[in-house]
């Protein structure tokens, strides 16, 4: 038989356990909503859940000679060097972003090929460093 302070510490002990199971879920369901991993050209071709119209991020290299840029938006094309999307972004473009570099591109999927970006995101290596820190390091050197 159980004791009523043995009972009153059991009560305590599963309310305590149920509280934090119920906020694990609850942040759980949350993250998984809000959460946006980025794909390649080619998981987005061979994805079928994938579906047009919605909200992802894409990540691979800008294609060389893709970059084309007008008044209002800049259009070129992000690759994986096995699939190719075409991505047309209007706003200020990073100053990382250029041709043969790393980028990812957050925007609505307009079909398998054509991607509206929102957001461009430039990515570089651990060897990266900013124009005017060179300058300035080539001028410290003379």
Do not use: C, W
Not at 54 to 71: P, W
């Amino acid at each position: 038989m159980l004791t009523k302070k043995i009972k009153t510490r059991l009560l305590f002990l599963v309310s305590i356990i149920l509280i934090t199971l119920s906020f694990l879920i609850f942040i759980y369901l949350n993250l998984k909503q809000n959460i946006l991993y980025f794909k390649t050209p080619s998981e987005i071709f061979t994805n079928t859940t994938i579906e047009a119209s919605s909200m992802i991020r894409v990540g691979g290299m800008v294609k060389k000679d893709s970059i084309q840029q007008n008044n209002k938006e800049i259009r070129f094309i992000l690759t994986d060097y096995k699939k190719e999307l075409i991505v047309v972004y209007s706003g200020t473009v990073p100053n990382l972003f250029s041709e043969e570099q790393g980028a990812v591109v957050e925007g609505i999927l307009n079909d398998k090929k054509y991607l509206i970006a929102d957001r461009i995101l430039a990515k570089h290596d651990e060897n990266y460093m900013p124009p005017q820190m060179k300058k300035i390091l080539k001028e410290n050197a003379k």
